[in-house]
């Protein structure tokens, strides 16, 4: 059995790669797991809806915040997943854009959010 090689470009780094379609890569040049086919993130009105939920419990809680330290800790957990296209985590039951650094923009500092698919 023959596979056509694909190029594949790391959506984190840009590194380039042939690759076989459809499988799980982990980049050679930043170390970031992807897959070679990522799918796109779920449509705007999911991810729109979800963060509204998101930031209504988050409003309802006070605001309560990460700390720095412990976002790290959760970005690099996304970072890892397969489901992350390098900006945002593409999973239909997510849809968040985990590079954002300010409070307002990045569910990661949430302490009401986890993660919808159990990886934190």
């Not at 945002?88 to 997510?94: G, L, Q, R, S």
């Amino acid at each position: 059995m023959t596979f056509e090689m694909i190029l594949w470009e790391c959506p984190s780094c840009r590194h380039r790669a042939k690759v076989a379609p459809g499988i799980q890569i982990l980049c050679g040049k930043c170390g970031v797991n992807h897959p070679s086919t990522a799918s796109p993130p779920p449509p705007l009105t999911t991810r729109l809806t979800n963060y509204a939920k998101a930031l209504s419990r988050w409003t309802r809680a006070g605001r309560p915040i990460r700390t720095d330290i412990e976002v790290v800790k959760l970005r690099e957990i996304c970072q890892s997943c397969c489901w992350f296209d390098g900006v945002v985590c593409t999973h239909k039951k997510c849809g968040c854009s985990v590079v954002r650094s300010s409070a307002w923009g990045d569910k990661l500092k949430w302490a009401t959010e986890s993660c919808p698919i159990g990886k934190w």
